[in-house]
């Protein structure tokens, strides 16, 4: 700018100094003008040089400060009258844009760490170089190290060298400096700086496989010990009533007739003891399916004859066979028929079973119009049932016989009308 404002005063100094040179100027005239015409001249041009300059530092000032992270200086003077206060407002305008955008980023970021910190999941990042990146409270538990000696370090020295290759999802055996036990292993792509990063992700299945099998004892010891008590109480008592009995002398005719009274319920609570250890055998023996073709219509309409305490009504679906065991299916359904037909014994009502196909999978459906379920939690707890003679193991060995063949079964109310279905779904091929 300082020599485009001489370039641009040249002409007219040029002009200036020709006039001096004319009469009637004298020498000492001359000089005199020139100087103060030069100092005039360079005055100007530099007073255009600081006027362009000294925006542009303060521009160059914002600018700076903006990418230095500071967001809260503005410029003075913005204005969409001039060119300069347009671009000051403009500045400003970028400015408070920026600073929100920021901040936006500060609280997302605030917030992805703490998620991250309070998922029990164990998330670890690695970079091209295999090298950890980024890894979470949960992560640094499993390792049992902490962030600052975790990060930078390759991911064979850390034992997940094999988790970053292979495929995704899957179960994995790992034993590492924090735990050790079976993982979920999920893994995912993700770009930081334009380079392929790995994202890592451990779930540990063995805490929620010991919660659950936890619980799945805890109710099977208070069924176990509900049965048991129920039995060993009366004997108990029984036992109690005949040593006194006996211990008073001779029997009497009255007397003899209370012993073998006694003795009699003795052995009926001991049989029923003994059915429900039975029982408890058949459900933890179940084998695994030897299929073979099973013609539906067939297998429907002979456990449907089976059950003569209440009229069963087939309706008949579209012809399909299934590769399955046919003893086990048949214990499954003459399952779900006779506990239809209880619901419905008091009512006088009546039973349907039906099955329909959906693409390769078979739905039979075994309905009745009977009170509804009214316990829904411990349908399919072993031993728990609500019948007086009920061995509470029919409905979880029909669920058992559905999950072995890949299929389900589940329990549910009519809804609009009243009365029950079972729902039995299996797939075609086995």
Same mark, same amino acid.
């Given at each position: 700018?300082?020599?485009?404002?001489?370039?641009?005063?040249?002409?007219?100094?040029?002009?200036?100094?020709?006039?001096?040179?004319?009469?009637?100027?004298?020498?000492?005239?001359?000089?005199?003008?020139?100087?103060?015409?030069?100092?005039?001249?360079?005055?100007?041009?530099?007073? @255009?040089?600081?006027?362009? !300059?000294?925006?542009?530092?303060?521009?160059?000032?914002?600018?700076?400060?903006?990418?230095?992270?500071?967001?809260?200086?503005?410029?003075?003077?913005?204005?969409?009258?001039?060119?300069?206060?347009?671009?000051?407002?403009?500045?400003?305008?970028?400015?408070?844009?920026?600073?929100?955008?920021?901040?936006?980023?500060?609280?997302?970021?605030?917030?992805?760490?703490?998620? !991250?910190?309070?998922?029990?999941?164990?998330?670890?990042?690695?970079?091209?170089?295999?090298?950890?990146?980024?890894?979470?409270?949960?992560?640094?538990?499993?390792?049992? !190290?902490?962030?600052?000696?975790?990060?930078?370090?390759?991911?064979?020295?850390?034992?997940?060298?094999?988790?970053?290759?292979?495929?995704?999802?899957?179960?994995?055996?790992?034993?590492?400096?924090?735990?050790?036990?079976?993982?979920?292993?999920?893994?995912?792509?993700?770009?930081?700086?334009?380079?392929?990063?790995?994202?890592? @992700?451990?779930?540990?299945?063995?805490?929620?496989?010991?919660?659950?099998?936890?619980?799945?004892?805890?109710?099977?010891?208070?069924?176990?010990?509900?049965?048991?008590?129920?039995?060993?109480?009366?004997?108990?008592?029984?036992?109690?009533?005949?040593?006194?009995?006996?211990?008073?002398?001779?029997?009497?005719?009255?007397?003899?007739?209370?012993?073998?009274?006694?003795?009699?319920?003795?052995?009926?609570?001991?049989?029923?003891?003994?059915?429900?250890?039975?029982?408890?055998?058949?459900?933890?023996?179940?084998?695994?399916?030897?299929?073979?073709?099973?013609?539906?219509?067939?297998?429907?309409?002979?456990?449907?004859?089976?059950?003569?305490? @209440?009229?069963?009504?087939?309706?008949?679906?579209?012809?399909?066979?299934?590769?399955?065991?046919?003893?086990?299916?048949?214990?499954?359904?003459?399952?779900?028929?006779?506990?239809?037909?209880?619901?419905?014994?008091?009512?006088?009502?009546?039973?349907?079973?039906?099955?329909?196909?959906?693409?390769?999978?078979?739905?039979?459906?075994?309905?009745?119009?009977?009170?509804?379920?009214?316990?829904?939690?411990?349908?399919?707890?072993?031993?728990?049932?609500?019948?007086?003679?009920?061995?509470?193991?029919?409905?979880?060995?029909?669920?058992?016989?559905?999950?072995?063949?890949?299929?389900?079964?589940?329990?549910?109310?009519?809804?609009?009308?009243?009365?029950? @279905?079972?729902?039995?779904?299996?797939?075609?091929?086995?």
């Amino acid at each position: 700018m300082f020599w485009l404002a001489l370039a641009g005063g040249a002409p007219a100094m040029a002009l200036a100094v020709w006039a001096l040179w004319r009469p009637p100027f004298d020498p000492l005239t001359r000089w005199t003008l020139l100087f103060a015409l030069l100092a005039t001249w360079w005055g100007v041009a530099f007073a @255009v040089r600081e006027r362009f !300059m000294r925006p542009m530092q303060t521009l160059s000032n914002l600018l700076a400060a903006m990418r230095e992270g500071d967001t809260s200086i503005r410029a003075r003077g913005a204005d969409t009258d001039t060119a300069y206060g347009l671009a000051m407002w403009e500045v400003n305008a970028l400015t408070d844009t920026v600073g929100r955008q920021r901040l936006d980023a500060m609280e997302a970021t605030a917030l992805l760490a703490r998620v !991250m910190d309070s998922i029990d999941v164990a998330v670890f990042a690695f970079d091209p170089a295999q090298r950890l990146r980024l890894l979470n409270r949960e992560a640094e538990a499993l390792l049992a !190290m902490p962030a600052e000696r975790a990060l930078g370090r390759e991911a064979a020295s850390l034992g997940l060298g094999d988790a970053l290759v292979g495929d995704t999802p899957r179960l994995v055996e790992l034993s590492l400096a924090g735990r050790s036990g079976r993982w979920e292993l999920r893994r995912g792509r993700y770009r930081h700086d334009g380079r392929p990063h790995d994202l890592l @992700v451990l779930s540990d299945l063995s805490r929620a496989l010991r919660e659950e099998e936890r619980q799945a004892w805890q109710r099977l010891i208070r069924v176990l010990s509900h049965e048991i008590n129920n039995s060993l109480a009366p004997i108990q008592s029984l036992a109690g009533s005949l040593q006194t009995v006996l211990d008073r002398g001779p029997l009497s005719g009255d007397s003899t007739a209370s012993v073998h009274q006694g003795l009699a319920v003795i052995e009926s609570r001991a049989q029923a003891l003994g059915r429900f250890m039975h029982a408890y055998a058949q459900l933890a023996r179940l084998p695994a399916p030897r299929r073979t073709a099973v013609d539906v219509g067939v297998w429907v309409r002979r456990v449907a004859a089976l059950e003569t305490r @209440v009229p069963v009504a087939v309706v008949a679906g579209p012809a399909v066979q299934l590769q399955a065991d046919a003893d086990q299916l048949e214990q499954l359904l003459i399952n779900l028929v006779r506990n239809a037909a209880d619901a419905v014994l008091e009512s006088g009502g009546s039973v349907a079973v039906g099955w329909s196909l959906d693409e390769d999978v078979l739905e039979l459906r075994v309905e009745d119009d009977g009170p509804g379920l009214a316990e829904t939690a411990n349908l399919f707890v072993p031993f728990f049932t609500t019948k007086p003679e009920g061995s509470g193991i029919g409905l979880a060995l029909s669920r058992q016989i559905a999950e072995g063949h890949g299929g389900s079964l589940v329990l549910e109310n009519r809804g609009r009308v009243r009365g029950c @279905v079972a729902r039995v779904r299996l797939p075609v091929g086995g």
